[in-house]
C-alpha cells in the first residue's frame, strides 16, 4: 500500500482513540443508567446532540471553555432529572420496554426543540482558540483539540470510577444496582438514586456532546447515529458492565478509524460488523457475565 | 430398601453450585428411586431451591453430575430436561396470567402434539382440548376452565401449576413448596393430589412443613449450608440428633 | 353493540376485508389509502413480535427495506415481472428474519431492543453503500409497473384506485394468513412465551427455535407491505432501512394497541391520518407525534383499539 507508514498508522490510531474516548464515555453513562435502574436510555444520543448545541452556544456566549464544560452537563442532568421524575417513574413495575419506549419518544421532541430553538441548519462548531491547531506528538502533527479531547475523557472517567469506588454514595449506587432491597435497608430511599443516577447519566451525555462538538458538525440529527453507535459499543462490550463500555468504547473508535484508513466506504459499516461477530461467538459481550438477561 | 443395581431414577453426583464468591451447594450426592417421594428440607438458606433447580434443569451445577434412569443429563436445556419425562412446578407461581385456566393447559398438553404448526386452528386440535379437559378435571379446575389464570385463588393456580406439569407426561415430577401460601384446607386438598400424583410416578418435593411432610413422603433429605447432610425414612429422621440440632426448634 | 364487536371478532379477516374494501372512499385522496393499508400491514407483521410474543424490536425497518429494495432492483436491474418481483422481495425479507433473528434471539429483554436497532442498521448502512444496485443516498428509482391485462380488462398502476385493489388484494393474503398464525397452536404458545418463557420452557418447548420461526414469519410479512410500497412509489427511500422507520412500526402497534387484531391498522390509520393533517400546518410533526407518544406509553399503554377492546371486557365482565 503506498503510503502506509507505521507514522500515519499510529496518528490513525490517535484519531480512533480520540473517537473512542467519546463513544467510552457516552456508554459510560448509558451503563449507569442501565445497571441502577434498568432502563435502555433512548433518548441518549438526543441528549448527546442538546449538549453539543448547548455547548457551541454557551461558549459563542462567554468564550469561555472551561465553563461551558461544567455548564452543559449541569443543564443535561437537569432536564434528565425532571424526565426521571415525572416521566419515567410512573412506568415502573409495568413491564421492561415501558422506559425505553418513553425515552425514544422523547428524543423526538427534543431534537423538534432543538431545530425550532437553534435551525434546522444546526450551528457551526467552534474550536476554543487555545485548543486550535496541531501539535507534534512524536510522529507527526496531530489536531491539540483531539489530543485535550482524549486527556479530559480519561480524566472524567477516571473521576467517575473513583466516586463509584470510592464514595459513600457510589457505593450506594454499586449496591443498589445489584440488590434495590440492600439498598433500602440501609435507609436509603431507592428513588431518590434512579433519580440521581438517571441525572448522571443525561449528563455524561450532555458532556459528550459539549466535547465532540468541534469534532463534527452540530445539526438537530447528530445524535441519530450516535445512538446506535453507543448500541454497538454496549453489546460488544457487555450490558451492565462499565469496564466493558469503556474498552469497547476505545476499540469501537479505533476499529471505525482504522477502517477509515483502509477501506474508507466500509467504515460505518466496520463496526455494526465487529458487534455482529461479538454476538455470534460471544453474545453476552467482551465483559459482560455469562447467561445474565433481562 | 431398595436392591443395590436396581437404576436409580435420578441421581446427583458430587454436586456443587457457585454462584460468583456464594457456594450455595457442596458436593451433594444422593439417587431418589423410582416410585419415591421424596422431601427435601434444611433451614433457610440450607439451598434446597438451589439444588431443586439443579435438579429440575433450570441451571446447570458448577460440578458435578446429574443421571436420569442412569444418563447424563447435566448440560441438557430446561426444555430437554421436561421433553425426557422430568417436569416441575415453580417456587413463584408461573402461570400464564392473561390466558385461561383452560387455555394454560392447552399450551403444555399442545406440546406432546403440534408444535410449529402455525396454519391449523387450534381449536381443531381435539385430542389436546381432551387432554387439557383431563388434567383440569384431575387437580379439580374443570369449572374454572374459562376463567383468566390471573384472577384465580392462590392454591388455584398452584393447582393449575401442578396441571400444567403434568401434561408433559412426566415420569419425575419435581415440586417446589407445592403448599406455599395456602390455607389448611387448600393444604390438605394438595397433599391429597401430591398422594394420588406419587402412585403413578416419582416425586420430589422442597418442603418445609414438618407436619405435611411426615404424613406424606417415604424419604426425607435434609440439606444444611449447601452440604448433604442426613437422608432416611421420617421416623429415623425425626430421632436423627445432628437433624434436631440443626432445627432446634424450626418446624 | 356487543353484539356486533363479537361478530366482528368471529369474522375478523372478512369484516376487515369488507372495511378495507370501502375505505378509499373514507379518505380524503388514495394514496392516503394506499399507504395506511402499507403501514397497517407493516405494523400488523411488527406486532405479530411485539404484541403478540413480547419481542421488542427496534429493527423491522430492515424487513420493510428488504421487500422495497429487492422488489425494486428485480424490476429495475433484471427486468423482472412485478409478481415475481414481489415474491423475491418476501423471500429477501424472510431470509433477513432468519440472519438478524438468529443472532438477536441469543438475547433478551431489552438487550433485544439495542440488538436489534443496531442489526438494523448494518441492513441501512449495506445498502446505503451499494451505490450501483441501490442508488444510495438518492434511493431506488424507476420501479415501474407497466400495464397488463386481467380477462380483457386494462390495469393501469398509475391509476390510484385501481393500484389501491391490487395492493388491497395482496394485504388481504397477508392479513389472513396472519389470522391463521395467530388462531394456530403456535399463536397460544407466542402469547404464552410474551406471559412466562420459562414456564414455556418447562412444558418442552424449545423456546428460542419458536422466537426464531415467528420472526421469521414476522419478518416476511413486513417484507410484502416493503415490497407493495415500492411498486406504490415507484421509488424506495434509503430512510425506508432506517431505525427511525422502526421507530415508527412501533409506535404505531402501541397507538393502535399492540397483541390485538385490528390494533396495528387503527395506528397506522389513525398516525399517517393525523400526519397528513397536522402537517398542513405545522412543520413540527415529529414534536407532536413525540409527545403522543410519550402520552400514550404514559397513559394508554393499550392503545385506541385495546384500550376499546378493554372497556367493553370490563362491560361485559369476561376474561377474554
Request: charged content about 15%; aromatic content about 10%; proline content about 4%.
Given at each position: 500500500?503506498?503510503?502506509?507508514?507505521?507514522?500515519?498508522?499510529?496518528?490513525?490510531l490517535?484519531?480512533?482513540?480520540?473517537?473512542?474516548?467519546?463513544?467510552?464515555?457516552?456508554?459510560?453513562?448509558?451503563?449507569?443508567?442501565?445497571?441502577?435502574?434498568?432502563?435502555?436510555?433512548?433518548?441518549?444520543?438526543?441528549?448527546?446532540?442538546?449538549?453539543?448545541?448547548?455547548?457551541?452556544?454557551?461558549?459563542?456566549?462567554?468564550?469561555n471553555?472551561?465553563?461551558?464544560?461544567?455548564?452543559?452537563?449541569?443543564?443535561?442532568?437537569?432536564?434528565?432529572?425532571?424526565?426521571?421524575?415525572?416521566?419515567?417513574?410512573?412506568?415502573?413495575?409495568?413491564?421492561?420496554?415501558?422506559?425505553?419506549?418513553?425515552?425514544?419518544?422523547?428524543?423526538?421532541?427534543?431534537?423538534?426543540?432543538?431545530?425550532?430553538?437553534?435551525?434546522?441548519?444546526?450551528?457551526?462548531?467552534?474550536?476554543?482558540?487555545?485548543?486550535?491547531?496541531?501539535?507534534?506528538?512524536?510522529?507527526?502533527?496531530?489536531?491539540?483539540?483531539?489530543?485535550?479531547?482524549?486527556?479530559?475523557?480519561?480524566?472524567?472517567?477516571?473521576?467517575?470510577?473513583?466516586?463509584?469506588?470510592?464514595?459513600?454514595?457510589?457505593?450506594?449506587?454499586?449496591?443498589?444496582?445489584?440488590?434495590?432491597?440492600?439498598?433500602?435497608?440501609?435507609?436509603?430511599?431507592?428513588?431518590?438514586?434512579?433519580?440521581?443516577?438517571?441525572?448522571?447519566?443525561?449528563?455524561?451525555?450532555?458532556?459528550?456532546g459539549?466535547?465532540?462538538?468541534?469534532?463534527?458538525?452540530?445539526?438537530?440529527?447528530?445524535?441519530?447515529?450516535?445512538?446506535?453507535?453507543?448500541?454497538?459499543?454496549?453489546?460488544?462490550?457487555?450490558?451492565?458492565?462499565?469496564?466493558?463500555?469503556?474498552?469497547a468504547?476505545?476499540?469501537?473508535?479505533v476499529?471505525?478509524?482504522?477502517?477509515?484508513l483502509?477501506?474508507?466506504?466500509?467504515?460505518?459499516l466496520?463496526?455494526?460488523?465487529?458487534?455482529?461477530?461479538?454476538?455470534?461467538?460471544?453474545?453476552?459481550?467482551?465483559?459482560?457475565?455469562?447467561?445474565?438477561?433481562? | 430398601?431398595?436392591?443395590?443395581?436396581?437404576t436409580?431414577?435420578?441421581e446427583?453426583?458430587?454436586?456443587?453450585?457457585?454462584?460468583?464468591?456464594?457456594?450455595?451447594?457442596?458436593?451433594?450426592?444422593?439417587?431418589?428411586?423410582?416410585?419415591?417421594?421424596?422431601?427435601?428440607?434444611?433451614?433457610?438458606?440450607?439451598?434446597?431451591?438451589?439444588?431443586?433447580?439443579v435438579?429440575?434443569?433450570?441451571?446447570?451445577?458448577?460440578?458435578?453430575?446429574?443421571?436420569?434412569?442412569?444418563?447424563?443429563?447435566?448440560?441438557?436445556?430446561?426444555?430437554?430436561?421436561?421433553?425426557?419425562?422430568?417436569?416441575?412446578?415453580?417456587?413463584?407461581?408461573?402461570?400464564?396470567?392473561?390466558?385461561?385456566?383452560?387455555?394454560?393447559?392447552?399450551?403444555?398438553?399442545?406440546?406432546?402434539?403440534?408444535?410449529?404448526?402455525?396454519?391449523?386452528?387450534?381449536?381443531?386440535?381435539?385430542?389436546?382440548?381432551?387432554?387439557?379437559?383431563?388434567?383440569?378435571?384431575?387437580?379439580?379446575?374443570?369449572?374454572?376452565?374459562?376463567?383468566?389464570?390471573?384472577?384465580?385463588?392462590?392454591?388455584?393456580?398452584?393447582?393449575?401449576?401442578?396441571a400444567?406439569?403434568?401434561?408433559?407426561?412426566?415420569?419425575?415430577?419435581?415440586?417446589?413448596?407445592?403448599?406455599?401460601?395456602?390455607?389448611?384446607?387448600?393444604?390438605?386438598?394438595?397433599?391429597?393430589?401430591?398422594?394420588?400424583?406419587?402412585?403413578?410416578?416419582?416425586?420430589?418435593?422442597?418442603?418445609?412443613?414438618?407436619?405435611?411432610?411426615?404424613?406424606?413422603?417415604?424419604?426425607?433429605?435434609?440439606?444444611?449450608?449447601?452440604?448433604?447432610?442426613?437422608?432416611?425414612?421420617?421416623?429415623?429422621?425425626?430421632?436423627?440428633?445432628?437433624?434436631?440440632?440443626?432445627y432446634?426448634?424450626?418446624? | 353493540?356487543?353484539?356486533?364487536?363479537?361478530?366482528?371478532s368471529?369474522?375478523?379477516?372478512?369484516?376487515?376485508?369488507?372495511?378495507?374494501?370501502?375505505?378509499?372512499?373514507?379518505?380524503?385522496?388514495?394514496?392516503?389509502?394506499?399507504?395506511?393499508?402499507?403501514?397497517?400491514?407493516?405494523?400488523?407483521?411488527?406486532?405479530?413480535?411485539?404484541g403478540?410474543?413480547?419481542?421488542?424490536?427496534?429493527?423491522?425497518?430492515?424487513?420493510l427495506?428488504?421487500?422495497?429494495?429487492?422488489?425494486?432492483?428485480?424490476?429495475?436491474?433484471?427486468?423482472?415481472?412485478?409478481?415475481?418481483?414481489?415474491?423475491?422481495?418476501?423471500?429477501?425479507?424472510?431470509f433477513?428474519?432468519?440472519?438478524?433473528?438468529?443472532?438477536?434471539?441469543?438475547?433478551?429483554?431489552?438487550?433485544?431492543?439495542?440488538?436489534?436497532?443496531?442489526?438494523?442498521?448494518?441492513?441501512?448502512?449495506?445498502?446505503?453503500?451499494?451505490?450501483?444496485?441501490?442508488?444510495?443516498?438518492?434511493?431506488?428509482?424507476?420501479?415501474?409497473?407497466?400495464?397488463?391485462?386481467?380477462?380483457?380488462f386494462?390495469?393501469?398502476?398509475?391509476?390510484?384506485?385501481?393500484?389501491?385493489?391490487?395492493?388491497?388484494?395482496?394485504?388481504?393474503?397477508?392479513?389472513?394468513?396472519?389470522?391463521?398464525?395467530?388462531?394456530?397452536?403456535?399463536?397460544?404458545?407466542?402469547?404464552?412465551?410474551?406471559?412466562?418463557?420459562?414456564?414455556?420452557?418447562?412444558?418442552?418447548?424449545?423456546?428460542?427455535?419458536?422466537?426464531?420461526?415467528?420472526?421469521?414469519?414476522?419478518?416476511?410479512?413486513?417484507?410484502?407491505?416493503?415490497?407493495?410500497?415500492?411498486?406504490?412509489?415507484s421509488?424506495?427511500?434509503?430512510?425506508?432501512?432506517?431505525?427511525?422507520?422502526?421507530?415508527?412500526?412501533?409506535?404505531?402497534?402501541?397507538?393502535?394497541?399492540?397483541?390485538?387484531?385490528?390494533?396495528?391498522?387503527?395506528?397506522?390509520?389513525?398516525?399517517?391520518?393525523?400526519?397528513?393533517?397536522?402537517?398542513?400546518?405545522?412543520?413540527?410533526?415529529?414534536?407532536?407525534?413525540?409527545?403522543?407518544?410519550?402520552?400514550?406509553?404514559?397513559?394508554?399503554?393499550?392503545?385506541?383499539?385495546?384500550?376499546?377492546?378493554?372497556?367493553?371486557?370490563?362491560?361485559?365482565?369476561?376474561?377474554?
Open positions: 500500500m503506498a503510503g502506509l507508514t507505521l507514522e500515519l498508522l499510529g496518528m490513525q490517535l484519531t480512533g482513540i480520540a473517537l473512542g474516548s467519546i463513544y467510552a464515555l457516552l456508554a459510560l453513562g448509558l451503563c449507569l443508567i442501565f445497571g441502577m435502574l434498568g432502563v435502555v436510555n433512548f433518548a441518549h444520543g438526543a441528549f448527546f446532540m442538546v449538549g453539543a448545541f448547548l455547548g457551541v452556544y454557551f461558549l459563542g456566549l462567554t468564550g471553555f472551561l465553563f461551558s464544560i461544567l455548564l452543559v452537563p449541569i443543564v443535561t442532568g437537569a432536564i434528565g432529572l425532571v424526565t426521571e421524575r415525572f416521566l419515567i417513574r410512573p412506568l415502573y413495575g409495568r413491564g421492561i420496554d415501558y422506559p425505553l419506549l418513553l425515552t425514544f419518544g422523547l428524543s423526538y421532541v427534543l431534537i423538534e426543540i432543538m431545530r425550532v430553538s437553534f435551525g434546522i441548519e444546526g450551528l457551526p462548531s467552534i474550536t476554543p482558540d487555545s485548543l486550535k491547531g496541531s501539535m507534534n506528538v512524536g510522529i507527526g502533527y496531530f489536531p491539540k483539540y483531539r489530543i485535550f479531547l482524549i486527556a479530559v475523557t480519561a480524566l472524567i472517567i477516571l473521576g467517575i470510577w473513583f466516586f463509584i469506588q470510592k464514595t459513600r454514595y457510589g457505593l450506594i449506587i454499586k449496591a443498589g444496582s445489584r440488590d434495590p432491597e440492600i439498598v433500602k435497608v440501609l435507609g436509603v430511599d431507592v428513588a431518590k438514586v434512579w433519580l440521581l443516577v438517571f441525572g448522571i447519566g443525561t449528563a455524561i451525555a450532555g458532556l459528550s459539549i466535547l465532540a462538538s468541534p469534532t463534527r458538525s452540530v445539526n438537530p440529527e447528530m445524535g441519530i447515529p450516535i445512538l446506535a453507535e453507543s448500541f454497538v459499543v454496549t453489546v460488544v462490550g457487555g450490558m451492565g458492565s462499565p469496564i466493558g463500555a469503556v474498552v468504547g476505545l476499540l469501537v473508535g476499529v471505525y478509524s482504522l477502517t477509515s483502509f477501506a474508507p466506504a466500509l467504515a460505518e466496520s463496526i455494526f460488523v465487529l458487534m455482529a461477530v461479538v454476538l455470534l461467538i460471544r453474545p453476552q459481550g467482551l465483559f459482560g457475565k455469562s447467561g445474565f438477561m433481562s | 430398601m431398595s436392591a443395590a443395581n436396581i436409580p431414577i435420578l446427583a453426583q458430587h454436586v456443587s453450585m457457585q454462584f460468583g464468591k456464594f457456594k450455595a451447594l457442596s458436593d451433594v450426592s444422593t439417587s431418589f428411586q423410582t416410585g419415591s417421594l421424596t422431601a427435601i428440607i434444611g433451614p433457610n438458606g440450607a439451598g434446597k431451591s438451589t439444588f431443586f433447580n435438579l429440575s434443569g433450570a441451571f446447570p451445577p458448577s460440578e458435578g453430575k446429574i443421571l436420569f434412569n442412569g444418563v447424563d443429563i447435566t448440560h441438557q436445556k430446561p426444555y430437554e430436561f421436561a421433553r425426557i419425562g422430568i417436569s416441575k412446578s415453580f417456587q413463584i407461581t408461573n402461570v400464564f396470567k392473561q390466558l385461561s385456566v383452560h387455555e394454560n393447559v392447552r399450551v403444555a398438553t399442545q406440546m406432546q402434539v403440534s408444535r410449529f404448526n402455525f396454519l391449523k386452528d387450534a381449536r381443531s386440535l381435539l385430542s389436546t382440548i381432551e387432554s387439557a379437559d383431563e388434567l383440569l378435571e384431575r387437580v379439580g379446575l374443570h369449572q374454572l376452565g374459562h376463567k383468566k389464570s390471573g384472577d384465580l385463588a392462590h392454591g388455584q393456580q398452584r393447582a393449575l401449576e401442578i400444567m406439569a403434568l401434561a408433559c407426561k412426566p415420569s419425575l415430577l419435581l415440586l417446589d413448596e407445592p403448599t406455599a401460601g395456602m390455607s389448611p384446607e387448600e393444604t390438605l386438598v394438595m397433599m391429597d393430589l401430591i398422594r394420588t400424583l406419587a402412585t403413578e410416578r416419582t416425586v420430589i418435593l422442597v418442603e418445609h412443613k414438618m407436619k405435611l411432610i411426615m404424613g406424606l413422603c417415604n424419604r426425607i433429605i435434609v440439606l444444611h449450608h449447601g452440604e448433604f447432610l442426613a437422608e432416611g425414612t421420617p421416623n429415623e429422621i425425626q430421632n436423627n440428633a445432628e437433624v434436631r440440632r440443626v432446634l426448634g424450626q418446624g | 353493540m356487543q353484539a356486533i364487536f363479537q361478530l366482528i368471529t369474522h375478523r379477516v372478512l369484516a376487515t376485508t369488507l372495511f378495507l374494501m370501502v375505505f378509499p372512499w373514507l379518505m380524503p385522496y388514495e394514496a392516503l389509502a394506499i399507504n395506511i393499508l402499507i403501514f397497517g400491514l407493516f405494523a400488523m407483521g411488527f406486532n405479530l413480535l411485539f403478540y410474543m413480547g419481542l421488542l424490536s427496534f429493527g423491522h425497518a430492515a424487513f427495506g428488504m421487500g422495497s429494495y429487492i422488489t425494486g432492483i428485480s424490476i429495475v436491474s433484471f427486468g423482472m415481472p412485478w409478481g415475481a418481483a414481489i415474491l423475491f422481495g418476501v423471500i429477501a425479507a424472510a433477513g428474519g432468519l440472519v438478524i433473528g438468529f443472532l438477536a434471539i441469543r438475547t433478551r429483554g431489552i438487550y433485544f431492543s439495542m440488538v436489534t436497532l443496531a442489526l438494523g442498521q448494518i441492513v441501512y448502512y449495506g445498502f446505503y453503500k451499494a451505490e450501483k444496485l441501490t442508488g444510495g443516498e438518492n434511493g431506488l428509482r424507476g420501479v415501474k409497473v407497466d400495464p397488463f391485462n386481467i380477462f380483457g386494462k390495469v393501469d398502476f398509475l391509476n390510484p384506485l385501481i393500484k389501491y385493489y391490487i395492493i388491497l388484494f395482496f394485504v388481504v393474503i397477508a392479513i389472513w394468513l396472519v389470522s391463521r398464525i395467530l388462531k394456530s397452536p403456535l399463536g397460544a404458545v407466542m402469547e404464552a412465551i410474551r406471559e412466562n418463557e420459562k414456564r414455556v420452557s418447562a412444558c418442552g418447548y424449545n423456546v428460542a427455535q419458536t422466537k426464531l420461526l415467528v420472526f421469521i414469519l414476522s419478518a416476511a410479512i413486513c417484507g410484502l407491505a416493503g415490497s407493495l410500497r415500492a411498486l406504490h412509489l421509488i424506495v427511500p434509503i430512510d425506508s432501512l432506517h431505525y427511525l422507520q422502526s421507530g415508527q412500526a412501533v409506535m404505531m402497534s402501541i397507538l393502535g394497541g399492540m397483541g390485538t387484531f385490528f390494533g396495528p391498522f387503527v395506528g397506522a390509520a389513525v398516525m399517517l391520518y393525523l400526519e397528513d393533517v397536522v402537517t398542513s400546518f405545522t412543520k413540527h410533526w415529529m414534536a407532536v407525534v413525540g409527545l403522543i407518544f410519550i402520552f400514550f406509553v404514559l397513559f394508554f399503554p393499550k392503545g385506541i383499539w385495546g384500550s376499546i377492546l378493554e372497556y367493553l371486557r370490563v362491560q361485559k365482565g369476561t376474561p377474554k
